[in-house]
């Protein structure tokens, strides 16, 4: 699901808007959570109540984990949608590459700062934690993705193991970031995410189909 005929050229621009993307995304989640610091826009107790189980000293680091969270769903939003479709477009090959791409190195900040910052690397809280419904899964999801990715810059789009775990990764994804946001979203702009996110999902396979249906008629 890479253009075949892409030049090396062509290739390291597409990575380099990827890294461009990202980073644009980062500075400016980085920058409203420094902006909204003060504001309690989230629970420093875990869902369900309870003790808190984050300091008032880093609400803005909470705030970072969140944010981030929401800027890879947005890039990981046309990635879903473009990936049916890049099996026989380049363009649509090219924007899916770039968008999840962009979505896995912003993940992998969210990532971070969630387990290290936030919880001091202690896995006994990241594991028992209420704010994650299921950390064993994510951390596969998130070692998958890195692979996935990996695999989109460097193999052959067309082979069949491939394609395969592809669909797989790119499946875990959509339920993850559904369940997170639209299910479990505590802030109602977090659950509008969530179902934009499904939309815009949905109207990418719905595109697909139509294209499917509008080659056969005119077999």
Known sequence: MTPRNETNDG???????????AALALVLVFGAAAWTRDWPLFSLSPPGGGLAD????????????????????????????LL?????????????RITWTASLLVFA???????????????????????????????VFAVWWCVDVALAWTARP????????RAGVHLLAFVL???????????????ALGWGFTAVVAAGLIGWALGLRRRAAVR
């Open 11 to 21: 290739r390291r621009t597409d990575l380099m808007t990827s890294v461009l993307l």
């Open 54 to 81: 984050v300091s008032e000293t880093q609400r803005e680091d909470l705030h970072r984990t969140f944010f981030t969270i929401w800027a890879s769903l947005l890039f990981a939003a046309p990635a879903l949608a």
């Open 84 to 96: 049916p479709l890049s099996a026989r477009a380049a363009w649509a090959a090219r924007l899916w």
């Open 109 to 139: 900040v969210h990532f971070w700062w969630a387990v290290v910052e936030l919880f001091g690397n202690d896995w006994s809280r990241v594991l028992n934690t209420p704010r994650v419904s299921a950390p064993r899964l994510d951390t």
């Open 158 to 165: 067309d082979r069949l193991w491939v394609r395969l775990q």
């Open 177 to 191: 970031f559904f369940m997170g946001a639209a299910r479990e979203g505590e802030l109602a702009i977090s659950r």
